[in-house]
């Protein structure tokens, strides 16, 4: 597993080079640069602007994890679902030409209040994702679901959203929420999603009301080796706080490594 960063919220009034000297001062492996943030790595971007994305990445020891999206499939305004599914493969293109292996996408909401039984609006979803997923994997560009929105960020719902998708390029980015604590632990929730995991967010790691040990061990053995990415609020002692998440990072790694195999 490698540590990373995700731009949000941190990180969203820098520009790429101080994301990537930051990461790379203080031991963060890898970035996920969320779209509107200050960077403006998004598809308005020219050519010759998208190639120098690439260059500063390839010519850094940070690595670009992702690209971080807002597009969502739930609405029941067709038009609204299309200008999202047709900005997703755009993004995706973006990602395929500055480097990025993947995107991330979200399902942000059900529509129960207004009488839409749940599994019209999730194979909505489903249907969206498959279509993005499909024109993403042309360019060898993962489409990642996140784990997200009051109602669908349920595990048991992003699973049939996966099912209804029937695509092998949708993939889940795991987003560490409290409601997947069960009796203490993730256990159950996680083996819902474990074989599609491509990349997981992490609140901070002193949070009390997530078994963070616990999630690094079911990655660990599943065995997932991709980007754990740090998802924390802004700070005016950004590097000092940088510096205490590498720390616990590493302190955990340590007492996994003393557990029997």
């Keep these: 597993m490698k540590l990373g960063l995700v731009t949000y919220n941190l990180a969203k009034d820098w520009d790429l080079d101080r994301i990537i000297s930051m990461c790379t001062e203080h031991g963060f492996e890898g970035v996920e640069l969320r779209t509107t943030h200050a960077h403006g790595v998004e598809v308005s971007l020219s050519e010759a602007q998208r190639r120098e994305v690439r260059r500063k990445f390839e010519a850094s020891p940070v690595a670009l994890a992702g690209l971080g999206s807002a597009f969502e499939y739930h609405s029941e305004d067709p038009d609204e679902v299309r ?17 990025a292996p993947g995107i991330k996408v979200r399902p ?13 609006t999730l194979r909505q979803i489903g249907e969206a994702l498959a279509e993005c997923a499909e024109s993403a994997d042309a360019l060898d560009v993962e489409v990642r679901l996140e784990v997200h929105g009051h109602q669908t960020q349920d595990p048991a ?17 795991w987003n560490s929420n409290p409601p997947e604590v069960v009796d203490g632990s993730i256990r159950a929730n996680f083996d819902l999603l474990a074989d599609e995991i491509a990349l997981v967010h992490m609140r901070d790691l002193c949070a009390a009301d997530y078994p963070w040990l616990e999630l690094l061990r079911l990655l660990r053995g599943r065995p997932y080796e991709g980007f754990c990415l740090a998802e924390m609020p802004a700070s005016d002692q950004p590097g000092r706080i940088m510096d205490y998440y590498r720390a616990l990072w590493d302190a955990y790694h340590r007492i996994l490594d003393l557990e029997p195999a």
């Design 83 to 99: 200008h999202n599914i047709d900005g997703t493969k755009e993004y995706a293109r973006l990602a395929a030409e500055v480097g």
């Design 108 to 120: 942000n909401g059900l529509r129960l209040e207004q009488g839409v039984p749940e599994e019209v």
């Design 157 to 173: 719902r992003i699973r049939k959203i996966l099912d209804l998708a029937a695509h092998p390029n949708v993939f889940v980015c």
